[in-house]
């Protein structure tokens, strides 16, 4: 008699799951359960930008804000069938921060179909309750650490887990709503980020060969072309905005070649003064620290010779990703996704091994080109993961019409229940997680705010509309901390001008430029013609453009400090200053 209330309180937890898994229910249980914790994040003002200033920037093209240049329908970094619509929204409610709204909406909608997947799945008790703990942590995780990267590979793995799930295991015949709603998330995903789209469709890709083989019928065969033709009509309506918008037309060539040539671990000096003898060893140095503003020196068609000496997938990046600790931490996710993987074949207990084998080994191949590529990042190993869990969660779902000759057979959803203290225990590892994650990584960047420095930097900008201030990979200081929802109240200075990206290349830039009546597109080498012009540098990064400007000039350069800011946001150790820079009398 005394373990019938352990009983019955164990019996009332396992019903409780069990009507959470009702197909009337599992819908709205989903959304509820992807919207809190985003709500949540954002009540406690917290999801932070972390890839500054690309973010940033981001969301300045977006909202029509960079340099002033107004509604331009086009970012840098994401294709137009995200951009334009986004862009549209700007121009109607000027004052909503669309673009960081557009990434937690996007976060929302793909864990609300993870859930619901893993929640009418066939998984047992005993393995739902754990992936559901692991999806909240995920989730938690990638509002904190908010990017478009994440945002991209989670909005693709979602689609792609909606269009599955009639495709893979049924002969789905005629269009369906989750078939629209699958295609219009990858469409949302690959347009925000292309790389992040076709590395998550990468990891899903050992689901086309299991229709192929084991479930072969048009319905499903149609899906997956149109997803193909989809993205290739993103990818195409992306290429012919960039090549025929005044300002833009040499921007995407641009990026293609200076990413071949950037991306990767840095080549010794002697292999880039092979490919242009002309430059020095700061030149070098220059290019490197992400200096370069001048197409005389670092242009196009540079960047495309200097790409061809890159090794983008190759052994001699290896020592670079080794020598990085996410690198070990992307080894252990993986191995713990294997885990998963071996756990989810022995509880549906029936001949998909396969198909989870082959998802694994997609993980695995994908963590090892990020490895041979040296791009093992923290923003892009958190999603990589989530869609070998996405992945996974997919091939755990059930046949509901199984017909023809080639349909999977139909199948039951295990029922065994989920023990309590392992429901327990599933909870408090996932807060574990999120709060670590929170402690260690979101709250020192939210940290930055405060920083002296940034308040002495604006103030300086503010202060001085007549002198435009250059930043040398600085402008971090007008972006640093600066919450996701509130950087739209932040208006961007008409005399401010960051450098060391690639909006060089943007008609923004362009015009912005011929506003301060700055010729041509060599921007650092006007700093000592002008006395209106200003940088803001680390005394090291100063030293590197005074050289640059005296070995370009031909004349010596001196460098005057203006303002000590203070210590810097992200590197508290070093000062950062304003400089004026003349040539000697």
């Given at each position: 008699?005394?373990n019938?209330?352990v009983?019955?309180?164990?019996?009332?937890t396992q019903?409780?799951?069990?009507?959470?898994?009702e197909p009337?229910r599992?819908?709205i249980?989903s959304?509820?359960?992807?919207?809190?914790p985003v709500?949540?994040?954002?009540?406690?003002?917290?999801?932070?930008y972390p890839?500054?200033p690309d973010?940033q920037?981001?969301?300045?093209?977006?909202?029509g804000?960079?340099l002033?240049a107004?509604?331009?329908?086009?970012?840098p970094y994401?294709l137009?069938?995200?951009?334009?619509?986004?862009?549209?929204?700007y121009a109607?409610l000027?004052?909503?921060?669309?673009y960081?709204?557009?990434?937690l909406?996007?976060?929302?909608?793909s864990?609300?179909?993870?859930?619901?997947?893993?929640?009418?799945?066939?998984m047992s008790?005993?393995?739902?309750?754990p992936?559901l703990?692991l999806?909240v942590?995920?989730?938690v995780i990638?509002?904190?650490?908010?990017?478009y990267?994440?945002?991209a590979f989670?909005?693709?793995?979602?689609g792609?887990?909606?269009?599955?799930?009639?495709?893979a295991f049924?002969s789905p015949?005629g269009?369906h709503a989750?078939?629209v709603a699958g295609?219009?998330?990858?469409?949302?995903g690959?347009?925000?980020?292309p790389?992040?789209?076709?590395?998550?469709?990468?990891?899903?890709a050992?689901?086309a060969?299991?229709?192929?083989?084991?479930n072969?019928?048009a319905?499903?065969?149609a899906r997956?072309?149109?997803v193909?033709?989809?993205?290739?009509?993103?990818?195409?309506?992306g290429?012919?905005a960039?090549?025929?918008?005044?300002?833009w037309e040499g921007?995407?060539a641009y990026?293609?070649?200076?990413?071949?040539?950037l991306?990767y671990?840095?080549?010794?000096?002697?292999?880039?003064?092979?490919?242009?003898?002309?430059?020095?060893?700061?030149?070098?140095?220059?290019?490197y620290?992400w200096?370069?503003?001048?197409?005389?020196?670092?242009g196009t068609?540079f960047?495309e010779?200097?790409g061809?000496?890159?090794d983008?997938?190759?052994l001699?990046?290896?020592?670079?990703?080794?020598?990085?600790?996410?690198?070990?931490?992307?080894?252990g996710?993986v191995a713990l996704?294997?885990?998963?993987?071996?756990?989810l074949v022995?509880?549906?207990?029936e001949?998909?091994?396969?198909?989870a084998?082959?998802?694994?080994?997609?993980l695995?191949a994908?963590?090892g080109?990020?490895?041979l590529?040296?791009?093992v990042?923290?923003h892009?190993?958190?999603p990589?993961v989530a869609?070998g869990v996405?992945?996974?969660?997919?091939?755990?779902?059930?046949?509901?019409?199984?017909?023809?000759?080639?349909a999977?057979?139909?199948?039951?959803?295990a029922?065994?229940?989920c023990?309590v203290p392992?429901?327990?225990?599933c909870v408090?590892?996932?807060l574990?997680?999120?709060g670590?994650?929170?402690?260690?990584?979101?709250r020192?960047l939210a940290?930055?705010?405060t920083s002296?420095?940034?308040?002495?930097?604006?103030?300086?900008?503010?202060?001085?509309?007549?002198?435009?201030?250059v930043?040398?990979?600085s402008?971090?200081?007008?972006f640093?901390?600066?919450n996701?929802l509130?950087f739209?109240a932040?208006?961007?200075?008409d005399?401010m001008?960051?450098?060391g990206g690639?909006e060089?290349?943007?008609?923004?830039?362009?015009?912005f430029l011929a506003?301060?009546?700055?010729e041509?597109?060599?921007?650092?080498q006007?700093l000592?013609?002008?006395?209106?012009?200003?940088?803001?540098?680390?005394?090291?990064?100063?030293?590197?453009?005074?050289?640059?400007?005296?070995?370009?000039?031909?004349?010596?350069?001196?460098?005057s400090?203006?303002q000590?800011?203070?210590?810097?946001?992200a590197d508290?150790?070093?000062?950062?200053?304003i400089?004026?820079f003349t040539?000697a009398?």
């Amino acid at each position: 008699m005394a373990n019938k209330p352990v009983a019955d309180s164990r019996r009332g937890t396992q019903a409780r799951l069990g009507a959470l898994r009702e197909p009337g229910r599992a819908g709205i249980v989903s959304l509820a359960a992807a919207l809190v914790p985003v709500l949540l994040i954002c009540l406690l003002a917290t999801p932070i930008y972390p890839m500054s200033p690309d973010e940033q920037v981001q969301q300045l093209y977006a909202s029509g804000r960079f340099l002033g240049a107004g509604q331009q329908l086009l970012m840098p970094y994401s294709l137009v069938t995200f951009s334009a619509p986004i862009s549209a929204l700007y121009a109607l409610l000027p004052t909503v921060p669309w673009y960081a709204l557009a990434l937690l909406g996007l976060i929302v909608a793909s864990f609300a179909v993870a859930w619901d997947k893993t929640l009418r799945s066939r998984m047992s008790g005993r393995l739902c309750v754990p992936t559901l703990a692991l999806l909240v942590a995920l989730e938690v995780i990638s509002t904190l650490y908010l990017t478009y990267t994440i945002v991209a590979f989670l909005a693709v793995g979602a689609g792609l887990m909606l269009v599955l799930g009639r495709a893979a295991f049924d002969s789905p015949g005629g269009a369906h709503a989750t078939d629209v709603a699958g295609m219009a998330l990858v469409v949302a995903g690959y347009s925000l980020r292309p790389e992040s789209g076709l590395a998550a469709i990468a990891v899903f890709a050992p689901f086309a060969v299991w229709v192929l083989v084991r479930n072969r019928n048009a319905g499903s065969i149609a899906r997956g072309v149109i997803v193909v033709a989809l993205v290739g009509v993103c990818a195409f309506a992306g290429r012919f905005a960039y090549d025929h918008t005044p300002g833009w037309e040499g921007y995407s060539a641009y990026l293609d070649a200076g990413r071949s040539a950037l991306d990767y671990p840095d080549l010794p000096t002697e292999a880039v003064q092979a490919v242009e003898p002309a430059l020095s060893d700061n030149d070098v140095d220059v290019l490197y620290n992400w200096l370069f503003a001048d197409d005389g020196v670092f242009g196009t068609e540079f960047f495309e010779r200097l790409g061809q000496r890159v090794d983008h997938l190759g052994l001699s990046n290896l020592a670079s990703s080794l020598r990085a600790k996410t690198t070990y931490l992307l080894v252990g996710l993986v191995a713990l996704v294997g885990l998963y993987a071996w756990a989810l074949v022995r509880d549906l207990g029936e001949g998909r091994s396969a198909l989870a084998a082959g998802i694994v080994l997609m993980l695995l191949a994908s963590c090892g080109v990020l490895i041979l590529r040296a791009r093992v990042r923290l923003h892009v190993v958190i999603p990589l993961v989530a869609m070998g869990v996405f992945a996974l969660v997919s091939l755990a779902g059930s046949s509901e019409r199984p017909v023809g000759r080639h349909a999977a057979p139909a199948t039951t959803r295990a029922a065994s229940p989920c023990p309590v203290p392992l429901a327990a225990a599933c909870v408090v590892l996932a807060l574990a997680v999120s709060g670590g994650f929170w402690l260690k990584v979101a709250r020192p960047l939210a940290a930055r705010s405060t920083s002296p420095a940034i308040a002495a930097a604006r103030a300086y900008v503010d202060e001085n509309p007549d002198q435009l201030v250059v930043f040398g990979r600085s402008q971090t200081l007008m972006f640093a901390g600066t919450n996701a929802l509130a950087f739209e109240a932040w208006d961007y200075p008409d005399n401010m001008l960051p450098i060391g990206g690639w909006e060089n290349h943007t008609a923004p830039w362009a015009s912005f430029l011929a506003h301060w009546g700055i010729e041509g597109n060599d921007v650092l080498q006007q700093l000592p013609e002008r006395s209106d012009m200003v940088a803001v540098l680390q005394p090291k990064k100063m030293e590197l453009i005074r050289t640059y400007l005296s070995e370009h000039s031909g004349r010596e350069v001196e460098a005057s400090v203006v303002q000590d800011l203070g210590p810097g946001a992200a590197d508290p150790s070093v000062d950062v200053y304003i400089y004026r820079f003349t040539y000697a009398s």
